[in-house]
């Protein structure tokens, strides 16, 4: 089901490795000794991350919320070189494993956020951050996040200091084909390429309504209906473009046609490599981009902000799109004018797959509260939500959204160790994450300072309030 | 502005009042609503009453009577005929008071056709926000939903942004919700007003002193500005006047500052001016937590916004917790997307981070009340005050809780709001138009 390539350009070729010593140095610099040819079989900013080595970690008799199955009380979860091993009651303590004492904690799976512009909208949130929006053109499928995206944000580890594990990081919302989006680890690195979810699929930024057509008013397009024209004739110029690369893949004469890294990444969704992610809050508006994606046979991934996800919450469900929401925002535009806050609570009670989101640094940081505040908003207007569904919101739900759910998102042997260990219930207000593994790796942990990554931007000028 | 030269009462020395100010602080409690009876006596009882001036009473009653609070306790008799609510199991407080909204001044936020809270130029102390009020707007029934009953709503905008006014969130008239005007002046001391000073904090100052000083003047030699006796002033005499009340303390000033350079010159001209302070924002408040304490200034803050900015890069979370155990009042707000109505998160939230729950209660009800000097009808249950009443279903600061009873001077307000009529139109799909 997998038909995403690993390397992002138009063929299915692993990353170059060849020829990498045979030491325990970071990954040879992909590309410099890439093989000829055309730059579009090459390695595109390929994956390095590598996974910190940290010993074997035994939480034991806390509440594990799997995300897979219902709650475990008084259960253990071992976690070992970067996997989930175990879960369950009655595990036996293995020698070699730092032992924590889960009691009164709750553990669940490292959150994970289908939407944020960590990294591209920086702190401290100057022009010279400003790398979100590549807002001189309605449609610019040719910029990828991950060119903007600046490891030193000091917003990253506050939301790590929130439990989030992994990000995907998009473009902004001013064009109509924003560009592609980078699925990335949360953790401390020199550069993105150290970040990228190795064999994550690219996303594609499209926005519907209100946005595009407020900033391309005086040039178009100007109204809802071109922006719809926007699209269509994006896609139909990729599927020339696919047709003719297909072409020349197959036979291989004659000259390769022109690379276009715009209609590449277009022909990449129409491939069904790059997941479809669309901003759109209305209603009548995400009818007409499933009738797009049906006009040129791609399928969307997953609506965001989706205020109005609720009133087509049945028509979500059978077409098996995602709806990435907020818990409550509401009335900042005409747009999120009829949000309510039962809004993921009913598309969970339609059998709509839901994910809690954020947009924002802030909110980022507590996608466990903005969970607990949709849960109960469902629970008292008498819908039928649990918690095993409200923890998915923001775990292996949003894994799904973002092509990575066979990896993490949930806590299952063999799965990435992606854990939180929370002070009590996530879904309290009062409870904080304590512990933060990434890849089995203790990346934060709220009472060892050692434990507390700092940013560059952090040092001299911002003390984050991480860890107090 | 030249049109302002024209106000008569302010040039014969009375201090402008906008006619509702008087309406508002002299009428008696509301008739609108007809769920007011006039001898009705509402007997709140059986739950977990939180008074805040207080400590909390097991099993307490609440008496409220015309619009007010008759008695709180816990052996309080109850007269024949009264309304009985049974609170066993709830937890009752005090309405939360919000001090830092635009409610009924903004509607639909990037619609500039719902938004009456920024007045554009430099100087707008003559600028008070009531009469721009809609008390139809749909935010005011949203944010009761969360047990707020009473805001601070205010300007936006240049130096000094105007005068805020304190509201019920209850009254189809803009006299019925407001009880306070004007109750602070908004002055925004952070980065966002370097433009009035020329683009340098510097220049504010020098700006703000010359307003203010002129403000002295003006208020001294009344007859000589009406003889044009006087040199050119900072600000029209409708703003110099305005600011007579902030002169001689009658109303605070609201400073929008986060650096601590920027609260320290709010500290400056305090002193210089002799003016009733509040600082709001307040990101590094904590690192002068002594000082403000010292110079009794309450700090409204909202205890989540800690992304780091040359505004005021060292947030922290447990801001409003040092800053109380410094003994400063502490006011906590929110300033989510999820709107007003989630104040008592916002409570929560400095909780979450070290403050102590009876605090952060106090942080939403009686310390706004205190700082904005209506503490004599505000923020906490006690007889006499003013009626707004919450009952949860629990604790009202953590999530799982929810406002089940509302009343605003004594009103039982129905718990429906657009967002309860958009609910039961979707509940189930495909909807019956």
């Known amino acids: 089901m997998r038909r995403w390539s690993p390397a992002p350009g138009l063929l ?49 008799n806390a509440t594990i919320m799997t995300a897979a199955g219902p709650e475990i009380a008084g259960g253990s979860i071992l976690l070992r070189d970067g996997k989930i091993v175990a ?143 926007g699209y269509r004739g994006a896609f139909i110029e990729a599927e020339r473009y696919r047709a003719r690369w297909d072409k020349w893949l197959k036979d291989r004469k004659g000259d390769p046609p022109d690379r276009d890294l715009r209609l590449e990444t277009l022909a990449g969704v129409l491939r069904g490599d790059i997941l479809v992610q669309i901003h759109c809050y209305r209603a009548d508006e995400m009818l007409q981009m499933i009738d797009l994606g049906r006009e040129f046979g791609f399928r969307i991934r997953s609506f965001h902000h989706a205020v109005e996800a609720y009133k087509i919450a049945d028509v979500l469900a059978r077409e098996g799109i995602a709806a990435s929401v907020w818990a409550d925002w509401c009335c900042f535009k005409m747009e999120a004018f009829d949000g309510v806050p039962e809004n993921a609570a009913l598309l969970q009670q339609a059998g709509a797959r839901t994910v809690i989101h954020s947009d924002d640094a802030v909110g980022i940081q507590r996608l466990n509260q903005e969970a607990a505040k949709a849960l109960y908003a469902g629970q008292q207007a008498g819908l039928p939500v649990t918690r095993e569904q409200a923890i998915r919101w923001i775990t292996v739900n949003p894994a799904w959204v973002l092509g990575i759910d066979r990896e993490t998102g949930s806590l299952e042997p063999g799965k990435s160790a992606d854990v939180v260990v929370w002070s009590g219930d996530p879904f309290s207000i009062y409870s904080k994450a304590e512990q933060v593994y990434n890849d089995g790796w203790l990346v934060f942990d709220r009472n060892d300072p050692k434990h507390q990554p700092r940013t560059d931007f952090n040092i001299g000028i911002a003390d984050p309030g991480v860890g107090n | ?194 433009g009035a000073g020329g683009g340098s904090r510097a220049g504010v100052l020098q700006l703000l002193r010359q307003t203010f000083a002129d403000a002295q003047e003006y208020q001294r030699r009344k007859p000589d500005f009406r003889k044009n006796q006087m040199q050119p002033l900072a600000a029209s005499a409708a703003d110099l006047e305005a600011l007579g009340a902030v002169l001689r303390g009658e109303i605070p000033v609201y400073a929008i500052a986060n650096r601590r350079s920027d609260i320290e010159s709010a500290l400056r001209l305090a002193r210089e001016y002799r003016l009733k302070l509040i600082i709001t924002g307040g990101i590094e408040a904590w690192e002068i937590a002594d000082e403000l304490a010292k110079a009794g200034v309450p700090v409204v803050i909202n205890p989540i916004l800690d992304i780091p900015t040359f505004d005021g890069p060292a947030s922290r979370f447990d801001s409003p917790a040092l800053l109380r155990k410094a003994g400063v009042q502490v006011i906590l707000v929110e300033a989510e997307s999820g709107g007003p109505r989630n104040l008592r998160w916002a409570a929560g939230h400095a909780v979450e981070y070290g403050m102590s729950w009876d605090d952060a209660l106090r942080a939403v009800t009686l310390a706004p009340a205190e700082a904005l000097g209506v503490a004599e009808q505000y923020g906490s249950l006690d007889a006499g005050k003013v009626a707004n009443v919450v009952v949860w279903s629990g604790d009202p600061l953590d999530f799982s809780s929810r406002a089940e009873k509302i009343y605003i001077r004594g009103v039982d307000i129905p718990l429906v709001s657009r967002q309860t009529e958009l609910l039961d139109r979707y509940r189930k799909l495909p909807p019956s138009y």
């Open chain 1, 12 to 60: 299915l070729a692993a990353a170059c490795t060849a020829g990498s010593p045979p030491t325990a140095a970071p990954a040879p610099v992909a590309g410099r000794d890439a093989t000829p040819g055309l730059s579009a079989e090459r390695p595109q900013y390929p994956s390095t991350y590598r996974r910190r080595p940290y010993s074997a970690v035994l939480i034991r």
């Open chain 1, 87 to 229: 879960v369950g009651t009655g595990l036996s303590e293995p020698a070699d494993a730092v032992v924590v004492d889960g009691t009164g904690k709750f553990v669940t799976p490292g959150v994970i956020d289908t939407h944020s512009h960590l990294g591209v909208y920086s702190a401290p949130g100057t022009f010279a951050e400003s790398d979100g929006n590549e807002a001189t053109n309605p449609v610019t499928a040719q910029v990828w996040a991950e060119h903007s995206f600046w490891p030193q944000d000091p917003q990253i580890p506050l939301a790590i200091a929130g439990g989030v594990t992994v990000i995907q990081a998009l473009p902004g919302s001013a064009n109509l084909i924003g560009g592609r989006s980078a699925i990335l680890r949360l953790i401390p690195a020199r550069s993105v390429q150290e970040m990228k979810f190795p064999g994550a699929p690219y996303g594609l930024k499209m926005a519907c309504g209100e946005n595009p057509k407020r900033v391309y008013q005086s040039r178009g397009p100007s109204t809802r209906m071109g922006n719809m024209a």
């Open chain 2, 1 to 194: 502005m030249a049109r302002d030269r024209g106000g008569a009462e302010g040039w014969a020395g009375v201090r402008v009042v906008p006619a509702i100010v008087v309406a508002a602080l002299l009428a008696p409690m509301p008739r609108t609503g007809p769920t007011v009876l006039a001898a009705q006596t509402i007997a709140i009882t059986g739950g977990t009453v939180f008074p805040v001036s207080g400590p909390k009473i097991e099993n307490g009653t609440v008496l409220i009577r015309d619009g007010r609070v008759l008695a709180v306790g816990r052996s309080v008799t109850i007269p024949e005929g009264s309304t009985r609510v049974d609170a066993t199991g709830k937890w009752v407080t005090p309405g939360l008071f919000h001090a830092s909204t635009q409610l009924g001044l903004t509607q639909v936020g990037s619609v500039d056709a719902t938004n009456e809270g920024n007045r554009s130029g430099t100087i707008n102390a003559a600028f008070n926000v009531a009469e721009g009020i809609n008390p139809a707007v749909v935010n005011i029934p949203i944010a009761r939903m969360g047990g707020v009953t009473t805001a601070l709503t205010g300007p936006s905008g240049g130096l000094i942004a105007g005068q805020a006014v304190i509201i019920d969130l209850y009254g189809e008239r803009i006299e019925s919700l407001v009880r306070k005007s004007p109750a602070a002046m908004v002055i925004d001391l952070s980065e966002s007003s370097k």
